[in-house]
């Protein structure tokens, strides 16, 4: 297969059925073959490095299910002549271990933001946290519908694709790949750049010093770091429309606020480090993973240069 697929994991709940969806739509948006995958779990005393192989795909009720709920689409088949082609896999093993291998041959992992194990209460399920953390391409996570934000921020209408933008640290990867949603789309692109307000130095213990600098300067300064990153970006995808919302506090409400009615909220997930070579998510994007009402894609960084 030439084109990487876009995979989607489901499990027979109602949420990576919303997660197949939007996969097949990404698909489509791709011009790229869908790769539709059900991991078995096998007894927790089986080695989770061992492969075991899965029953046929017809014996696979969830994979059954998943082809059930993908027929009888306008224009759209299981083969190469439809617009989508769409394969099934089953696979038996531990789940929060093979979904994030299946991220090396595609260009898109996606999944629901539960499945059917854990407790009602989770917000988001072990395998969507190890997926989002772990695979080596970016990853979506379709969360339910309904989910309540308080204070959402003000948004024109149109389709529109969110991303942060932290100007101490940009991340190139993230915006090349919010660049690139948004113009699949035919959204704009709204990049929200938070700056700490009121900014405070430590004295000593319980002691702050009042800021020095102006807000307004400091947000004039922080906006003209966001227009120069955006820049090259905005040069190489001429047809997004792509804003910079500068706004002071906290970056994951801003985030947050942001999602709602939004088709894609896109963060980035930190690079490993040498006192830290574990992969890890960051505050931010954790926290709108477990609170964002839009689907959310969480894009790894771009491999280091040889000079890093």
Known sequence: ???????????????????????????????????????RQYAAWIQPEVLVAAPPEADDEVLAQARTHLAGRAGRTDGPGGDVAVEYHGLVGLPGALLPELGAEAQLLVLGSRGRGGFA???????????????????????RPGREVHDPAPAEPGPRVVTGLNVDSPDEAALAFAFGEAARRGARLEAVVAYPWPARTWVTPGEF??????QQEVESETRTLAEGFLA????RRPEVRAEARVLPGDAAGRLVAASPGAELLVVGRHRRRLLAPARMMGSVTQAVLLHAASPIAVVPPSPPSPEE
């Open 1 to 39: 297969m030439s084109t990487p697929p876009v995979v989607a994991a489901v499990d027979g709940s109602d949420d990576s059925l919303r997660a197949l969806d939007w996969a097949y739509d990404a698909a489509l948006r791709r011009h790229a073959p869908l790769r539709v995958v059900h991991v």
């Open 121 to 143: 209460s989770l917000l988001l399920g072990s395998n969507g946290l190890a997926a989002a953390r772990d695979a080596e391409c970016p990853v979506v996570v379709v969360p």
């Open 209 to 214: 010093t009042p800021p020095v600098a102006d």
């Open 232 to 235: 090259p970006h905005r040069a």
